[in-house]
């Protein structure tokens, strides 16, 4: 089987794993792959010291319902805002500070500004010795699984999944130019952001992943392999052949450098023999017999990945979006 099937062979699996998730989109757990994150925006109303009270609030939310993970792009978010209704003193000793806000919760696009879902929560009601202990009592009112926040997170995942599946072009567009300006490692990030309960749109990515993929070990690799000629034609002695091998080895076993660098290999091992009398044996690099396609395929896509460092929440202009 040639490297382009195997590597084929390898996107079909991962597509027969995740299709019947992906047919059913009214289950949480078939959306886990879209992540939400948690951020407060700069314009709020929330005092800076109840601002971490309510980000785990956040994330409290997101997790019982399915959308906490982590994501090369943390594009979608969710936030709160809480308009303060009225704010007493008691006349209790000691007297405490009394709040009532009015939450509301936001999911949308931090790239664009987009607003997907709104919910108004009903006010809730906190009292402490101070202001801000007042106010993270309130917070903590808040029902993380309460039914009209679980409709609000099922409509935002809905307008999430529609993104997707409209600018699927638009990111492999994008994939592909980046890959042009041999920028492969941050062009199959971005397609792994899209999420398996997209079918036709994360199937679209893959394919295009499998190419930018199998462009990028091909330069690669050819590069080793000129690198380990170079180093051989140099120096053809023991420590060339071991310095040419620490190229070669780097070389990646669907690379269609492997035919050259094993050629190589057979004639550094051939010309050492000759010449000092010694056993140079080196082994190319090979997927795992015993491991299933689909897990080498989440390993190689997974290196890929972690070479482009994932963007930071405040990558985006995080000031105010006008949503309220």
Sequence with gaps: MNMKKIIASIILAAAAVTSFA????????????IALTPVILENSYI???ASN?????LTQ?????????DSFDPRFIITANMVELSHDVTATTPPMQAYTLSPTLYIGDAATGTLYATCALNPIKGAGTNATKAYMQAVKMLKANAPEVQ??????????????NTQIDFLISEANALAGQDKYDEAIALLFTVPTVCKDAFDKAMRAAEQIFQQKIDIEGAQLLNMATHV????????????????????HPLSSAVPG???????????????????WNFEMKKFDAHV????????????VGKAMAKRPVNYYNMNSFGWW
């Design 232 to 251: 051989w034609n140099a120096n053809q002695h023991w420590s060339g052949a071991n310095e040419a091998a620490g190229y070669l080895s780097q070389i």
């Design 22 to 33: 992906q047919n059913n989109q009214g289950k949480m757990d078939d959306m886990g792959r």
């Design 47 to 49: 005092p800076a010291a």
């Design 53 to 57: 009270v309510v980000l785990n609030k």
């Design 61 to 69: 939310i997101v997790t019982q319902n399915g959308l906490a993970g």
């Design 292 to 303: 299933s396609l689909e897990s080498q395929r989440i390993s190689a896509m997974a290196e």
């Design 151 to 164: 409709r609000f997170i099922e409509t935002g995942k809905t307008r999430i999944i529609e993104w997707y």
């Design 261 to 279: 660098a094993m050629a190589l290999s057979e004639n550094i091992a051939k010309r050492v023999k000759e010449l000092d009398n010694r056993e």
